[in-house]
């Protein structure tokens, strides 16, 4: 069950916030959600510079791993480009828009561990916080919430924590745990114990550009109940099996050998 104090009924007890970078996906999500929470709000904040990124990085793995990381990045965004028909059809599924509903409010803010994210959120005072792709919350920004905050993951946890998570279990062979997972968060990378998972089989017009929509996609039905479970009180954590690892974007050269000898794309 959802931890005892964490569900902070105050006056806007049925506002849900979405903290997003504002990406496709994030859209996608929004969308999914208006139509279920009118009370709902976004705030958008400004993704981080990819220079900012690359030197996180390296100084987390090294040079020359953050670099073909960066490569990695920039080769899926070509891939984008050329799934963009697959990209389409992805959304076309849910028979949604992937565009904010011009009726939804937004914020947008610097970075959502700012001052300015944390006053919007003292006056919006909202009943749950949903993060999609955005930078972790630091521990004072964590401190400071005094409302549920959930997270939506493309990967199932604990073994898929991080980035790239429905890549790496196509990679790893482990196909049967290609999913999402919907979880409270805390203050580790994708720690927070699960609310629910979502499995799913990809195409083989699947590649990495477009596994997280993908998973993103078949993520909204659970994504909505659990919301909806959190705004009346009736949430309940699910076990989660596993070896935990974090994962990041392969390295240029990892991906290239995963694409020949596995037909991971």
Not at 161 to 180: E, T, V
Not at 218 to 236: D, E, M, N, Y
Request: charged share 20%.
């Amino acid at each position: 069950m959802v931890e005892a104090g964490l569900v902070d009924v105050r006056a806007a007890a049925r506002r849900v916030v979405v903290m997003t970078d504002g990406g496709q996906n994030s859209r996608l999500v929004v969308c999914a959600l208006a139509s279920h929470f009118p009370d709902i709000h976004v705030i958008v904040e400004t993704p981080e510079a990819k220079g900012e990124i690359l030197r996180r990085r390296a100084r987390a793995r090294g040079w020359l791993d953050a670099s073909g990381q960066l490569a990695t990045m920039a080769l899926a965004k070509l891939l984008r480009f050329a799934s963009r028909d697959r990209v389409q059809r992805i959304i076309q599924s849910t028979g949604l828009r992937a565009e904010f509903p011009p009726n939804v409010a937004i914020i947008k803010v610097p970075d959502v561990n700012s001052d300015a994210c944390l006053d919007s959120l003292r006056d919006l005072t909202p009943a749950v916080i949903l993060l999609v792709s955005t930078r972790l919350l630091k521990p004072a920004t964590l401190a400071a919430i005094r409302c549920p905050i959930v997270n939506l993951h493309a990967g199932i946890n604990p073994a898929y924590r991080g980035q790239m998570g429905g890549y790496w279990s196509l990679a790893l062979g482990d196909r049967g745990n290609f999913g999402a997972t919907i979880h409270l968060v805390d203050a580790g990378t994708d720690t927070g114990a699960t609310l629910a998972e979502v499995r799913t089989v990809p195409t083989d017009r699947d590649n990495i550009s477009t596994y997280p929509l993908l998973l993103t996609a078949v993520a909204l039905p659970a994504l909505t109940q659990t919301l909806g479970s959190i705004l009346k009180g009736t949430a309940r954590t699910i076990p989660s099996e596993g070896v935990s690892a974090l994962r990041f974007p392969p390295p240029i050269w990892l991906w290239i050998w995963y694409a020949v000898t596995r037909r991971v794309w």
